[in-house]
């Protein structure tokens, strides 16, 4: 399990530097190239997590146990906010309907604004994975894909969706969030009860990661040098 955590990693890193080559080659979708540059912080944020696991398998480092460094919950629940707002961000650059995307920016607001106050006024910081973040997160993410899917059924996108990388990215990002919520729901409430299913847990985990970043490099790669029937630019309104 741990190798393939570190390929996780690695995937991180390489689905990052695809997503950055796809947006060299396609330098008008403004859209990618956020998106690739979150990977990138994705990979580094990865990295930083898996200091416990350095700390473990290191008999040299068990004195940091007692320290915050043995635990990356409050690596990760910063970046569960800023991973959220980034995927709702680019699936709402890819909506035409200016209300909806002045519905989605308020809604914006209030999630981190709601997300912020619970990681300061709760005990989950260093505890646990936030609920609130993942769960409220996961919700408007959800909303948001279904509405894209929406205006592409509604509109020409729908002759040209195999070019559109933003419908690879939906398909994973739906897979993996709508899979990963239920699972990090109960697994603050099995830590103990269940090492069982605390196990299969992070083994679906890291699979459904080796499984995004690999679809995500592969589809970067792949749409590169692929030609788009209509070309979509993004201007500062979105």
Not at 16 to 29: E, W
Not at 35 to 48: C, D, G, I, N, R
Not at 123 to 150: K, N
């Amino acid at each position: 399990m741990q190798h393939l955590t570190f390929l996780v990693i690695l995937l991180e890193g390489f689905a990052a530097i695809s997503g950055l080559y796809y947006y060299s080659k396609k330098p008008t979708d403004k859209a990618v190239g956020f998106f690739s540059y979150f990977l990138l912080l994705t990979y580094f944020v990865e990295a930083l997590a898996a200091i416990p696991k350095i700390i473990y398998w290191n008999e040299s480092l068990h004195f940091l146990k007692n320290t915050f460094l043995y635990n990356n919950f409050w690596i990760y629940n910063p970046y569960l906010i800023i991973s959220f707002l980034v995927y709702i961000l680019y699936f709402t650059w890819n909506i035409s309907n200016k209300k909806i995307k002045n519905i989605i920016h308020i809604s914006l607001i209030l999630y981190v604004i709601t997300c912020i106050l619970n990681l300061i006024f709760s005990d989950v910081f260093f505890e646990s994975h936030s609920i609130v973040t993942y769960i409220t997160g996961s919700f408007l993410l959800v909303v948001v894909i279904f509405y894209y899917y929406l205006e592409i059924l509604l509109s020409s996108k729908i002759l040209s969706i195999k070019r559109e990388i933003s419908f690879y990215i939906s398909f994973m990002a739906l897979l993996f969030f709508l899979t990963s919520t239920p699972i990090l729901i109960y697994y603050k409430y099995f830590t103990f009860q269940s090492p069982e299913f605390i196990k299969l847990s992070k083994s679906v985990l890291v699979g459904l990661s080796l499984l995004m970043y690999s679809f995500y490099s592969i589809a970067f790669l792949y749409l590169a040098n692929k030609k788009k029937s209509t070309s979509k630019i993004f201007t500062n309104d979105h």
